[in-house]
T-cell receptor, first 114, second 115 residues
């Protein structure tokens, strides 16, 4: 069974600084997707960034980028120039290419200090 | 805008009184999911539909049922809510597995309170 592990229950960052959230996963599949979702307090879960396992290039979306290490089964999220609006729960998620299920990590609560 | 809509946003029910939560989508996605999320925890998948095919998670209690009358709508029925069922219920949709697209799109959730 696939598992997703986020080892940092809480992280904090100073506004305008950079923070990295960690995620590891376990799978025997060779083709899959990885995601980072953001869930602000009392607000909707939204997709931050997505990575296809067959792509070697790390995905980037504006201030958000990932470090995808397939051999190590590691998928970290880097947030650059952190903003107050980045404060949220961040969930790492995995989905096998041929499976409709998505597996979530336990989440990391990010606090941004002004 | 294409979206996932959940009604109601807040639902209060009495212990043991059946309750139905609804979800609709304008994305025309094949797959619809129901998750239970308790405070500061990861969403827990209850079940999902791939078109009309129902897929139940092994640890989902029998108390939870679902219906999908058409592509756009999906319902979560809790037959006899207990205090432990108080949670946020999230509906999500996605395209079918494969290169068509893999991410899930979430609704705003329904917060269920059991009194």
């Amino acid at each position: 069974a696939q598992t997703v592990t986020q080892s940092q229950p809480e992280m904090s960052v100073q506004e305008a600084e950079t923070v990295t959230l960690s995620c590891t996963y376990d799978t025997s599949e060779s083709d899959y997707y990885l995601f980072w979702y953001k869930q602000p307090p009392s607000r909707q879960m939204i997709l931050v960034i997505r990575q296809e396992a067959y792509k070697q290039q790390n995905a980037t979306e504006n201030r958000f980028s990932v470090n995808f290490q397939k051999a190590a089964k590691s998928f970290s999220l880097k947030i650059s120039d952190s903003q107050l609006g980045d404060a949220a729960m961040y969930f790492c998620a995995y989905r096998a290419y041929n499976n409709n299920d998505m597996r979530f990590g336990a989440g990391t609560r990010l606090t941004v200090k002004p | 805008d294409a979206m996932v809509i959940q009604n109601p946003r807040y639902q209060v029910t009495q212990f043991g009184k059946p309750v139905t939560l609804s979800c609709s989508q304008t994305l025309n996605h094949n797959v619809m999911y129901w998750y239970q999320q308790k405070s500061s925890q990861a969403p827990k998948l209850l079940f999902h539909y791939y078109d009309k095919d129902f897929n139940n998670e092994a640890d989902t209690p029998d108390n939870f049922q679902s219906r999908r009358p058409n592509t756009s709508f999906c319902f979560l029925d809790i037959r006899s809510p207990g205090l432990g069922d108080a949670a946020m219920y999230l509906c999500a949709t996605s395209a079918r597995a494969g290169r068509d697209g893999a991410e899930q799109y979430f609704g705003p959730g329904t917060r269920l309170t059991v009194t």
